[in-house]
């Protein structure tokens, strides 16, 4: 098998495994909502929310910045890697324990508070996760990612079947998803060695550099956390349990179909880092096809979730949720703003410009606070969605503006105008058919149009797709990596 086939082969399996992920996650949600309910799902994603703030403060940043630094040439990522994930892990473990300290001072029912000392654990996996994922970006071994998880999510859902056959606690269920992600890091930092040696590491003079390289995004980031949790937060000290939980069964949509965004601006950063050094106008061509492919993918998404987002959430959520799929369809928005926001942040690593939208991010987050603010007394969890939406368009926007000011790169709307015009077919037809046929026939028939129409008027052109594809392979045969049969 070629080179170029292998890695186009693994770049199959990673989204093929994301989309078991994806599925194997939807199952397990639709069996929380309907066991806990609308308060016992508002507790869940009080506990979440909260455990994910203090996570966020605790990246720094340091996931894009190894991504970003181990692609370029004479780095020691042993000691680069090992290092970033010490200093990770020792953040991790201060900053969530004074999380779980700090919850006693809300006004919370026990029962969250004690979710968030159990949960703790569980975000710092994740932290240590999301540090190795730039090992796997580098050598273009992302499905293995995906492996792991996906045998993270059978743990999640055989810990929450357990969960509902006994009877138990929303505690166990916590306890469950902290099992799934160490699960997820053993298998992740199994596979991890066959490309770096981890290793606690203590090289201070090394801390210092990367602590300075992370610092702007670790300002970014902690701003940007507001923006994206503010709402759930907010919304669970003004309201009830259960309005946190018909939010929350909408917004973990949102959170499972933004891990694709993520796995394709990933794909890129490699790339956009290492011809942004030395090719500028290689740099932009990426930059704007992978613009290109993201529009083809996010009308569709957002115009088959506005018409089919009620019987969905009634679906996965039972009667109880029929309210989260008006909420929904705000937030169907927000997650194409953020699929545009991953691709437009990670141009700007890139390109060593995270500085300069760290403004955005404290912009968008006073934005989000006074949204949230004046919106949710009057709205509820309608107006947590338009708080959220707003400040992901405005992030995504601003963020765009940057880079075109910056490096003098624009965004061509031609694919994007042909994605529209394949959109007006996709709405023609879900407006003719019925109601009641059910949504999965409605949602395949539509979107086949649509697809179809994309592809007839050259709105799809697949050889994009296989150049950014080739310029990886090429990036990996500079470094002289080559991956074997037994790597798939």
Not at 249 to 264: M, S
Not at 313 to 335: H, P, Y
Request: hydrophobic content about 55%.
């Amino acid at each position: 098998m070629s080179l170029a086939r292998k890695v186009a082969h693994n770049t199959l399996i990673q989204f093929v495994g994301k989309g078991i992920g994806m599925v194997l996650a939807l199952v397990t949600v639709s069996l929380m909502l309907r066991y806990l309910g609308q308060s016992g799902f508002g507790q869940y994603t009080t506990i979440m929310a909260y455990l994910s703030v203090f996570s966020i403060m605790a990246d720094l940043g340091l996931y894009l910045v190894v991504t970003r630094e181990i692609s370029k040439k004479n780095v020691d990522q042993d000691k680069f890697v090992s290092n970033a994930m010490t200093i990770k892990g020792l953040s991790g473990l201060l900053i969530l324990t004074i999380g779980s300290l700090v919850i006693w001072l809300f006004p919370y029912d026990p029962i969250v508070k004690w979710g968030v000392v159990v949960g703790a654990a569980s975000y710092l996996f994740i932290l240590l996760n999301q540090t190795l994922i730039g090992v796997f970006q580098k050598y273009f071994s992302m499905y293995k990612v995906a492996v792991a998880e996906v045998v993270g999510r059978v743990v999640w859902l055989i810990a929450v079947i357990l969960v509902i056959y006994t009877q138990s606690s929303i505690l166990y269920m916590i306890f469950g998803i902290a099992l799934s992600n160490l699960v997820n890091f053993l298998v992740l930092f199994f596979y991890s060695g066959k490309y770096v040696k981890v290793h606690l590491a203590f090289d201070f003079s090394l801390w210092k550099k990367i602590l300075i390289m992370t610092a702007p995004l670790a300002f970014s980031v902690v701003f940007n956390l507001i923006y994206f949790k503010v709402d759930t937060l907010f919304l669970s000290i003004m309201k009830s349990e259960s309005d946190v939980g018909v939010y929350g069964a909408a917004y973990k949509v949102l959170e499972v179909l933004i891990t694709f965004a993520a796995i394709f601006a990933g794909l890129l950063l490699p790339v956009m880092s290492r011809f942004f050094e030395e090719d500028r106008k290689k740099f932009a061509e990426i930059y704007k096809k992978g613009f290109d492919v993201l529009i083809i993918f996010v009308v569709p998404l957002i115009i088959g979730t506005m018409f089919l987002a009620e019987p969905i959430m009634a679906f996965f959520g039972g009667s109880d949720f029929a309210d989260s799929g008006n909420v929904l369809k705000l937030l169907i928005i927000a997650t194409g703003a953020i699929f545009f926001s991953h691709l437009f942040g990670n141009a700007a690593v890139a390109a060593n410009k995270q500085h300069k939208t760290m403004w955005v991010y404290i912009f968008t987050a006073i934005l989000a606070v006074v949204l949230c603010l004046w919106l949710i007394p009057k709205y509820s969890y309608y107006g947590a969605a338009m708080s959220t939406v707003i400040s992901e368009v405005s992030a995504a926007i601003f963020i765009a503006l940057i880079i075109w000011r910056l490096e003098k790169v624009g965004l061509n709307f031609r694919i994007a105008g042909k994605s529209l015009f394949a959109g007006i077919f996709m709405v023609i037809v879900l407006f003719i058919m019925p109601n009641s046929w059910n949504f999965a026939i409605r949602g395949l028939i539509s979107v086949l149009i649509y697809f179809g129409i994309a592809f007839l008027i050259r709105a799809i052109l697949i050889g994009e797709v296989k150049e950014i594809i080739s310029l990886r392979k090429e990036e990996l045969k500079k470094e002289g990596v080559v991956i074997k049969n037994n790597d798939l």
